[in-house]
């Protein structure tokens, strides 16, 4: 299976979201890092799996159980 790899620029026009919401809010606390997003050869430069981002999009929205982390981010599990 060949997955479609977005940079966040890329992401921002398929979701109708700021690139600045995506990097502040979304990542870490709904996107999790090696689910739906990787930083390739363990560098900075981020790339977001289109389709795990979207098989996800939809049940996560009421379904989704986290702990809020003083920080402000999501403990997930």
Same mark, same amino acid.
């Given at each position: 299976?060949?997955?479609? /790899?977005?940079?966040?620029?890329?992401?921002?026009? /398929?979701?109708?979201?700021?690139?600045?919401?995506?990097?502040?809010?979304?990542?870490?606390?709904?996107?999790?890092?090696?689910?739906?997003?990787?930083?390739?050869?363990?560098?900075?430069?981020?790339?977001?799996?289109?389709?795990?981002?979207?098989?996800?999009?939809?049940?996560?929205?009421?379904?989704?159980?986290?702990?809020?982390?003083?920080?402000?981010?999501?403990?997930?599990?």
């Amino acid at each position: 299976m060949s997955l479609t /790899y977005l940079t966040t620029d890329e992401l921002s026009k /398929y979701i109708k979201y700021d690139t600045r919401t995506i990097r502040e809010r979304l990542k870490d606390s709904v996107l999790i890092e090696g689910v739906h997003y990787i930083r390739p050869f363990g560098g900075r430069k981020i790339l977001f799996i289109w389709e795990h981002i979207e098989r996800d999009m939809g049940s996560k929205s009421s379904t989704m159980l986290a702990i809020p982390m003083l920080n402000g981010g999501m403990c997930h599990g």
